[in-house]
C-alpha cells in the first residue's frame, strides 16, 4: 500500500499536480503512522500477556508453598496448646500449696524448659514481594492480603526473638540449679540424644517458690500470645491462599 501511494505521489509530482502529490503524501504518513501504532499495539499487547503469565506462574507456585506450609503451622498450633495446657497445670499444683503435690510437677514442669518458635519462611513468597510484583497486582482484595504478609513475618519473627530470649536468660538459667532436665524434658522435645539419670531434683524446693511462679506466668503469657498469633496467621494464610486459587482460575477460563 505504501509503494502504492509512492508511485502514485511520484507520478503526479512529474506531471507538477502538487496538490495530489501532497495528498498522497499524506496518504503516506498515515500509512506508516498507523502501522506503527499497531506494531506498538501489538507489542504491548504482548508484554501484558508476558507480565500476566508470569504473575499466574507465581501465583501457582505460592499457592503450593502455602499449601505445604500451612498444615505444618496448624499442627504446631496444636503443640503450643499442649504447653499451655501444661504450664496451666503446673500453675494448678503449685497453687494448692501442698507440699505432697509437689511431686506432680515432674510430669509437666518440663513445659516450662521449652523454647517453640515458628521459624516460618516463605521463600517463594517473598522473592514475589521483594521484586516489587505488587505493583502488578489489579486484584486489590490480592492486594491488600500481600501487603499484610510483611507486617505477619515481621510480628512473628520478633515473637521468636522474644521467646528464645526468655528461655535464654530466664528459664535456661533457673533449670541449671534446681531442675534435672533430662529427667523433665517435655514429651519428645530434644530427648533425643540425653542420658536419663543423674540428681533428684527436690521439688519440695518449690513450695511457695516465688521465681518458679513467676517464670511459669510469663511463659504462659508468652505462650498465650503466641498461639493467638498463630492461628490468627494460619487463618490469613488461608484467606490468602483461597483468594490466589480463585485467580488462577478466573484467569484460566
Known amino acids: 500500500m505504501i509503494k502504492f501511494f509512492r508511485k502514485l505521489r511520484w507520478s503526479t509530482l512529474s506531471r507538477k499536480r502538487f496538490p495530489k502529490y501532497f495528498l ?11 502501522g506503527i501504532l499497531i506494531a506498538l499495539g501489538i507489542n504491548n499487547w504482548n508484554q501484558k500477556r508476558i507480565s500476566k503469565d508470569s504473575l499466574i506462574n507465581y501465583y501457582e507456585r505460592i499457592h503450593d508453598e502455602l499449601s505445604y506450609i500451612n498444615p505444618g503451622l496448624i499442627y504446631f498450633s496444636g503443640d503450643l ?28 514442669i ?22 516489587g510484583n505488587l505493583a502488578r497486582i489489579q486484584n486489590k482484595e490480592i492486594k491488600v492480603q500481600f501487603q499484610r504478609f510483611g507486617e505477619w513475618m515481621i510480628r512473628l519473627n520478633s515473637f521468636d526473638g522474644y521467646i528464645k530470649s526468655q528461655y535464654a536468660t530466664s528459664i535456661e538459667p533457673f533449670f541449671y540449679d534446681k531442675v534435672n532436665y533430662a529427667q523433665t524434658v517435655f514429651s519428645n522435645y530434644n530427648q533425643d540424644g540425653l542420658v536419663v539419670g543423674g540428681p533428684e531434683t527436690d521439688y519440695g524446693q518449690f513450695y511457695n517458690d516465688m521465681e518458679l511462679w513467676n517464670l511459669l506466668t510469663f511463659k ?30 478466573a484467569t484460566s477460563k
Open 24 to 34: 498522497y503524501a499524506m496518504g503516506e504518513i498515515i500509512l506508516v503512522v498507523i
Open 110 to 131: 518440663g513445659a516450662l524448659g521449652t523454647s517453640y518458635v515458628t521459624d516460618a519462611s516463605f521463600p517463594i513468597t517473598e522473592e514475589f514481594l521483594n521484586q
Open 81 to 108: 496448646d499442649t504447653l499451655i495446657t501444661a504450664n496451666k497445670r503446673s500453675l494448678h499444683i503449685l497453687n494448692l500449696k501442698n507440699r505432697d503435690s509437689l511431686e506432680q510437677l515432674k510430669y509437666t
Open 220 to 249: 504462659l503469657e508468652s505462650l498465650n500470645g503466641h498461639s493467638r498469633d498463630l492461628k490468627s496467621f494460619t487463618a490469613y494464610i488461608k484467606t490468602l491462599d483461597s483468594l490466589i486459587v480463585k485467580e488462577i482460575k
